[in-house]
């Protein structure tokens, strides 16, 4: 039993998976199966439905019944109609300002919804993309940080043996140790985040909890980017969809606002209607002329003559909507300028950052050159060599930050330029 209860709280992790993606297979699985991105989709399809229910009063509905019933004297209406065999009519909304107008509202707004999940799709591809390059740069930073550790263990095994021979003060061992200390401490660090990167990458892209996606190994490719500030916020403006979807929303308001005061119009439907009629329900007796089959087509015309107040009050509260929303689109694009001229500086500063962290690696990689050569000699001790390697192992990682930082950088710009997803491609 006891061993039974073990199985089933490991069965989820042994269930576990762990797969290695490349950037754009995650991304392409993330606009598949993201949570959040299919329910938005499902918005979409709702407000798709709504514009159908909005055209439904000018699509002709046919009814047809019977008001059968035996007349005792003079006949009477069945539920507003003389008493029928078979009876059926027929209405559709020839002409109606206003139901025209929410009609074209629904559109805007499907429109709006639609431009909505175009924007969740891109934050969920950026989203996606941060997680990728920290599972990256948790492979990478994990990789130097062993190479590091394990060079600082030697480093401590030959002070072991210079304290031992009397070369070194046993205050060495206790430095050494130290470090080897520090460097594991740094290494369970970087592979805890790894695998919270991993595990965060797996659930946005909609695996099973417990699943882990790795970031296979692929060349830094080149991106696309504005050459100067003014072209990256000029793009970045151009074609926001969130720009875009308030001023559909405001496009909606106005159509609603219009459709609240067209109440006043009038409103023209076509009605038909067909009865057959029964000589068991005395028509002849009180009639001049009996006839079975009967019908009638026309048009009904509704002219409001005084409508209320609730009209001119929905469409003040539409109006007032629609101003909230204009100072939110200049908002937005006041908003917007920032962002992109920041992250253009920000990638220029994670330029410089990674070409100074790329000059500094080869600096530590020439002196490790140097000191094997000098070991070769006689001119340089172990210690010194192995200790250079630790420093160089430092700078891979230092370098790994930076070029991390970069990409990060990069793919942000590409956001707010709104060419994220054509640039992965």
Same mark, same amino acid.
């Not at 592979?191 to 692929?218: I, K, N, Y």
């Given at each position: 039993?006891?061993?039974?209860?073990?199985?089933?709280?490991?069965?989820?992790?042994?269930?576990?998976?762990?797969?290695?993606?490349?950037?754009? *297979?995650?991304?392409d699985?993330?606009?598949?199966?993201?949570?959040?991105?299919?329910?938005?989709?499902? *918005?979409?399809?709702?407000?798709a439905?709504?514009v159908?229910?909005?055209?439904?009063?000018?699509?002709?509905?046919v009814?047809?019944?019977?008001?059968?019933?035996?007349?005792?004297?003079?006949?009477?209406?069945v539920?507003?109609?003389?008493?029928?065999?078979?009876?059926?009519?027929?209405?559709?909304?020839?002409?109606?300002k206003?139901?025209?107008?929410?009609?074209?509202?629904?559109?805007?707004?499907?429109?709006?919804?639609?431009?909505d999940?175009?924007?969740?799709r891109?934050?969920?591809a950026f989203?996606?993309?941060?997680?990728?390059?920290?599972?990256?740069?948790?492979?990478?930073?994990?990789?130097?940080?062993?190479t590091?550790?394990?060079?600082?263990?030697?480093?401590?095994?030959l002070?072991?043996?210079?304290?031992?021979a009397?070369?070194?003060?046993?205050?060495?061992?206790?430095?050494?140790?130290?470090?080897?200390?520090?460097?594991?401490?740094?290494?369970?660090?970087?592979e805890?985040?790894?695998?919270?990167?991993?595990?965060?990458?797996?659930?946005?892209?909609?695996?099973?909890?417990?699943?882990?996606?790795?970031?296979?190994?692929?060349?830094t490719?080149?991106i696309?980017?504005?050459?100067t500030?003014?072209?990256?916020?000029?793009?970045?403006?151009?074609?926001?969809?969130?720009?875009?979807?308030l001023?559909?929303?405001?496009?909606?308001k106005?159509?609603?606002?219009q459709?609240?005061?067209?109440?006043?119009?009038?409103?023209?439907?076509?009605?038909?209607?067909?009865?057959?009629?029964?000589?068991?329900?005395?028509?002849?007796?009180f009639? *001049?002329?009996? *006839?079975?089959?009967?019908?009638?087509?026309?048009?009904?015309?509704?002219?409001?003559?005084?409508?209320?107040?609730?009209?001119?009050?929905?469409?003040?509260?539409?109006?007032?909507?629609?101003?909230?929303?204009?100072?939110e689109?200049?908002?937005?694009?006041?908003?917007?300028?920032?962002?992109?001229r920041?992250?253009?500086q920000t990638?220029?500063?994670?330029?410089?950052?990674r070409?100074?962290?790329?000059?500094?690696?080869?600096?530590?990689?020439?002196?490790?050159?140097?000191?094997?050569?000098?070991?070769?000699?006689g001119?340089a001790?172990?210690?010194?060599?192995?200790?250079?390697?630790?420093?160089?192992?430092?700078?891979?990682a230092?370098?790994?930050?930076?070029q991390?930082?970069?990409?990060?950088?990069?793919?942000a710009?590409?956001?707010?330029?709104?060419g994220?997803?054509?640039?992965?491609?």
């Amino acid at each position: 039993m006891r061993i039974q209860t073990i199985l089933v709280l490991l069965a989820p992790v042994l269930a576990a998976e762990v797969r290695t993606l490349t950037r754009m *297979q995650a991304v392409d699985l993330a606009l598949k199966q993201n949570p959040e991105l299919m329910m938005a989709r499902l *918005q979409e399809q709702k407000a798709a439905q709504q514009v159908r229910v909005a055209r439904d009063p000018f699509l002709p509905k046919v009814f047809a019944g019977s008001g059968l019933a035996y007349s005792n004297g003079f006949p009477m209406s069945v539920e507003g109609s003389a008493p029928t065999v078979v009876q059926a009519r027929a209405v559709a909304s020839v002409f109606n300002k206003p139901q025209s107008l929410q009609l074209a509202a629904a559109r805007e707004n499907a429109r709006g919804v639609e431009l909505d999940t175009h924007a969740r799709r891109d934050a969920i591809a950026f989203r996606t993309i941060e997680l990728w390059l920290e599972a990256q740069r948790g492979v990478r930073q994990l990789e130097a940080a062993r190479t590091r550790l394990a060079s600082l263990d030697k480093v401590a095994e030959l002070v072991r043996l210079r304290v031992e021979a009397g070369r070194e003060l046993p205050l060495e061992t206790r430095r050494a140790a130290l470090e080897v200390a520090k460097a594991r401490q740094r290494a369970e660090a970087i592979e805890s985040d790894q695998a919270f990167a991993e595990g965060t990458l797996a659930m946005v892209l909609g695996f099973a909890p417990g699943d882990r996606v790795r970031a296979a190994a692929e060349e830094t490719s080149s991106i696309d980017l504005p050459e100067t500030e003014e072209a990256a916020v000029n793009r970045a403006l151009e074609d926001n969809k969130e720009i875009r979807r308030l001023e559909s929303a405001l496009l909606a308001k106005g159509l609603e606002a219009q459709a609240h005061r067209a109440e006043r119009w009038p409103k023209l439907n076509l009605v038909a209607q067909y009865g057959l009629f029964a000589k068991f329900n005395n028509y002849e007796d009180f009639f *001049q002329r009996f *006839q079975r089959h009967n019908g009638q087509i026309g048009v009904s015309l509704e002219v409001p003559i005084l409508s209320g107040s609730a009209a001119e009050a929905s469409a003040a509260q539409a109006g007032l909507e629609a101003s909230r929303l204009r100072l939110e689109i200049n908002d937005t694009r006041g908003r917007i300028d920032l962002e992109t001229r920041r992250a253009f500086q920000t990638v220029k500063t994670a330029t410089t950052a990674r070409d100074v962290s790329r000059l500094d690696l080869e600096v530590a990689r020439e002196s490790l050159s140097v000191l094997l050569a000098q070991l070769e000699e006689g001119r340089a001790g172990l210690r010194q060599v192995e200790e250079a390697r630790s420093l160089e192992s430092a700078k891979w990682a230092a370098y790994y930050e930076a070029q991390h930082g970069l990409e990060h950088a990069r793919f942000a710009l590409l956001r707010h330029t709104g060419g994220l997803l054509a640039g992965l491609r």
